[in-house]
Nanobody
Framework: QVRLVESGGGLVQAGGSLRLSCAVSGRPFSSYDMGWFRQGPGKEREFVAAIMWNAYSTYYTDSVKGRFTISRDNVKNTVYLQMNSLKFEDTAVYYC???????????????????WGQGTQVTVSS
């Protein structure tokens, strides 16, 4: 059974930065492609970014391109989300999730991911 634990959320002013981490345990981390999602107040969970198991490819939703960077460390079994130039509308609970290794990094649907963390709150003040 795989376990995911997010950390790094918090309160930040608009224009600031945060780095989220997601530690994965239970099964070989390199078995998974990884994704980050978020769920804002009163909104559905939405895709943010994805990275392939070998980090060769990444994919982002348009609203975060150029501001967010997804990365992973297969030795530390951790995936990261570096968030810069944060905006009020980035306020949400952020979740990491695992997906089976594939050939396409563009996996944006919740149904394409198998296991989820408990989430970490990011609040951006305007």
């Amino acid at each position: 059974q795989v376990r995911l634990v997010e950390s790094g959320g918090g309160l930040v002013q608009a224009g600031g930065s945060l780095r989220l981490s997601c530690a994965v345990s239970g099964r070989p981390f390199s078995s998974y492609d990884m994704g980050w999602f978020r769920q804002g107040p009163g909104k559905e969970r939405e895709f943010v970014a994805a990275i392939m198991w070998n980090a060769y490819s990444t994919y982002y939703t348009d609203s975060v391109k150029g501001r967010f960077t997804i990365s992973r460390d297969n030795v530390k079994n951790t995936v990261y989300l570096q968030m810069n130039s944060l905006k009020f509308e980035d306020t949400a609970v952020y979740y990491c999730a695992t997906s089976r290794r594939g050939t396409v990094v563009r996996r944006t649907s919740i149904t394409e991911y198998d296991s989820w963390g408990q989430g970490t709150q990011v609040t951006v003040s305007s």
